[in-house]
């Protein structure tokens, strides 16, 4: 139902696969959430620690939606070779035998702003806000084309800077965070291949400029979601602070 | 993936009918958004023409969704004696050969606020937090059980006061408003109507006492649905006040 209207606009010429990517890039630019004011003033240690404790809480939320996010994907797709790649999405955030996944590193980041491990995996502080959102996701990819489904994934083009700048900063500011920054570590190389992937993956199957214009939206589409969770944790918890009934509340 | 789990409870006495609607009550009491901030603001006559428009404009997204809602319900029960007297509700939002329906109704409201039908009905600026929680009223009435389904429009024992009080405040707070308001005359009857109907249909129909916490946690969730669209629009247009990117802008 969040879809936007791209019929006007099919009949204009396919876009090449560089001008595609600038398309995809120019999203990034205008809705990524790099930009949020709460991102801002983490970056510049503005934060207090219950508010690190909010967004490390809500985005556990997310984080433990993710491998689910990509079993969806696996499951839609009949080709092989594309479960293959994708496959490494799921192993990377649950782990394996050899190496613990980002859940687990995030369970740490959040252990890390002092928060009780069990508390946060119970999911029953998350702002429904941030639910709504991250479930949002999940339909999307669920009920989208495949295409769409991979393009929204495109996020991962932005946030290897995003990553590299937080950690610099919450080393900076936060310096007790320092312990729980693995999950980051591991993003920095992860995110880039699976940005890689899929930007052929949506170049190469975006035949028509219908399809090339569904997979920006999808993108942009992801970008209002990622937003919306910040949103919602600045406005519960930074300014002016009203958590809903039930949600999390920090310390006083 | 919202439900609480309410298995521990499940050992204890049934509540009687009249245990189960003051439960039902405290959710209202506690989670209705008559307290919430921004309610309380317009009826304090402290919003903007602006401030209302956003909030005419992204409401109507929920409003719109309102039948289609009913419509699922409709679709998921095979006793035509409940479905006859659901059916009232579609009527009441769609309208009829007769009259006209709430959304008719709310897009004049709109209207009397400054905004054009077309950009109301476009849905096209709602803000993308009220999107996903208004979908995520769908989502609860077509995945849940049919008994929390019907449970979830319970806000509707709620809803009666707070659109009087409404009323009376638009009028005297913004009486440029003044000709937008059938939309609340029709519901003053339309409410109470539809709320004794459905609480008869959760008390009968909920035989265990998992079954009574089941209905009580599907208000609770419904109530935090209304509640997190007026988060959202607090947040974008009063305070801080910064809608996401694409979003609706009041005019400076």
């Known amino acids: 139902m969040a879809v ?3 019929g006007a606009i099919s009949d204009e010429p396919v876009l090449s696969a560089e001008e595609l990517a600038a398309r995809l890039r120019g ?14 003033m983490m970056h510049e240690g503005k934060l207090s620690r219950g508010q690190m404790q909010a967004w490390a809480l809500n985005r556990y939320y997310y984080q433990s939606r993710i491998p689910i996010k990509d079993a969806i994907i696996l499951s839609r797709s009949e080709d092989p070779d594309f479960r293959r790649a994708w496959r490494k999405r799921v192993v990377d955030h649950d782990g ?19 928060l009780d491990r069990e508390r946060v995996m119970r999911c029953d502080e998350v702002l429904p806000a941030v639910r709504y959102a ?8 669920k009920d989208r084309t495949f295409l769409e489904a991979v393009a929204s994934s495109l996020t991962e083009l932005f946030s290897r800077d995003l990553i590299a700048l937080r ?16 999950y980051f570590t591991a993003r920095l190389h992860q995110a880039p291949e699976d940005a890689r992937f899929a930007l052929q993956y949506v170049t190469e199957h975006a035949h028509t400029r219908a399809e ?41």
Chains 1, 2 share one sequence.
């Open 212 to 252: 090339q214009e569904l997979a920006i939206a999808a993108l942009r589409a992801k970008c209002d979601i990622l937003w919306a969770q910040l949103d919602a944790i600045h406005f519960a918890y930074v300014q002016p602070g009203w958590p809903p009934p039930g949600a999390f509340r920090m310390e006083s």
């Open 4 to 6: 936007q209207s791209v």
């Open 96 to 114: 394996d035998s050899i190496q613990e996944g980002g859940i687990e590193r995030w369970i740490r980041l959040a252990e890390a702003t002092g």
């Open 134 to 141: 991250v479930d949002a996701y999940l339909d999307l990819v």
């Open 27 to 40: 999203v990034g630019k205008e809705r990524y959430h790099h930009q949020h004011p709460f991102h801002l």
């Open 167 to 182: 950690m610099d900063r919450l080393r900076q500011h936060y310096p007790w965070l320092s312990s729980g920054l693995d």
